[in-house]
Nanobody, 122 residues
């Protein structure tokens, strides 16, 4: 199995910055894409940013030019640098990883972290 543990959430004023981290551990053989999602109260979970195994990235339009996703493959860790935060960025942020394990080396499935709260005050 694969465990994802997020950290770095918290309370910040509008215009501020936060950096989220998500470390994957377990019987990992390989990880393809890693990404961040968020879910605000009463809303559906949405994709925020993703990075492939070779470093290609994509972002939701609402966070382009403010958020930056990166990963450290040696540490199986993905990061989300969030700048110029806005109240509408308030949500629980989840990381996800498409990984294969020693039990199923050729099958990749998506694993999820438990989420970390980000609150942006106006």
């Amino acid at each position: 199995q694969v465990q994802l543990v997020e950290s770095g959430g918290g309370l910040v004023q509008a215009g501020g910055s936060l950096r989220l981290s998500c470390a994957a551990s377990g019987s990992i053989v390989g990880i393809n894409a890693m990404g961040w999602y968020r879910q605000a109260p009463g809303k559906r979970r949405e994709s925020v940013a993703a990075v492939t195994g070779v470093g290609s990235t994509n972002y939701a339009d609402s966070v382009k030019d403010r958020f930056t996703i990166s990963r450290d493959n040696a540490k199986n860790t993905v990061y989300l640098q969030m700048n110029s935060l806005r109240p509408e960025d308030t949500a629980v942020y989840f990381c996800a990883a498409d990984a294969s394990t020693s039990n199923s080396r050729t099958v990749y499935r998506r694993y999820w972290g438990q989420g970390t709260q980000v609150t942006v005050s106006s």
